[in-house]
């Protein structure tokens, strides 16, 4: 199997610096569970794209501080090629930012939060189960860093994920295209390091309730597996 990791997180802070990046990340988290897989890393927040979809089984678009709205060249390519991905069959992981402009790219609505930024553990419960899905707990705990989300479904999706603040929490489209509103790549010492990052930004509440959050872990491992069952349902090149 071999996989596209397509990069929008813009931080290009000190603190950022400090720890790995996106493409290291997902590289952990799919490697945690399927050591064989090759991945391939693309900046595309740098507007650096594959020449071709055909070389890859899958593609896996991040999350971002970046916003869907901003307006960049960047982002209006890569909703491109989730259109095209989409149009000639091939599977598509997004977590946060890219469960959002997957959803935009296919025609649905991304805005603000109205419980404004969600940041910490998050447990969500599953609306619907795909088969990729089966073995995952009842409630599912992820990591969480967010203050848009994805305000209605795109034409042929099913809610498979819902949150007390996040009504769309993840959705999928068919077997082929596979999202979560939050962050299964990260781990708890970076979930941590970032809650205390961002104390002197967001408001002192925000950062409490995460907080307090973290007494709760992510199902790391668990939601590895999903994915790779999701991406194993479609033939290796």
């Known amino acids: 199997m071999h996989l596209a990791i397509l990069v929008t997180n813009t931080d290009e802070s000190s603190f950022a610096d400090r720890h790995p990046k996106d493409g290291e990340k997902f590289s952990r988290l799919i490697h945690a569970v ?7 890393v693309f900046q595309v927040k740098n507007d650096q794209f594959p020449d071709m979809l055909d070389p890859y089984d899958g593609l896996i678009l991040t999350g971002s501080p970046a916003s869907v709205h901003d307006g960049n060249e960047w982002i209006d390519r890569l909703r ?4 095209k991905a989409h149009q000639i069959g091939q599977p598509i992981f997004g977590a946060c930012f890219g469960h959002q402009v997957i959803a935009e790219a296919l025609g649905a609505k991304v ?10 553990t998050v447990e ?3 609306v619907s189960i795909p088969e990729w899905e089966a073995d995952l707990p009842d409630k599912l705990s992820f990591y969480a860093a967010h203050h848009e989300q994805v305000l209605n479904l795109p034409d042929g ?15 999928r489209v068919g077997n082929q295209i596979y999202t979560t509103q939050y962050h299964p790549e990260m781990e ?32 790391y491992l668990e939601f590895a597996e999903s994915i790779a069952r999701f991406f194993e349902l479609h033939p290796s090149n």
């Open 124 to 126: 969500t419960s599953r």
């Open 34 to 40: 399927r050591q064989d897989w090759k991945l391939s």
């Open 111 to 120: 805005g603000d939060n109205p419980s404004g930024w969600v940041l910490g």
């Open 188 to 219: 708890h010492e970076f979930i941590t390091a970032l809650t205390h990052e961002l104390s002197g930004e967001l408001p002192d509440d925000v950062i409490a309730a995460s907080t307090h959050s973290l007494a709760a872990r992510s199902h």
């Open 80 to 83: 491109l090629l989730v259109i």
């Open 157 to 171: 999706a099913e809610l498979i994920h819902q949150a007390p603040t996040c009504r769309i929490a993840g959705f």
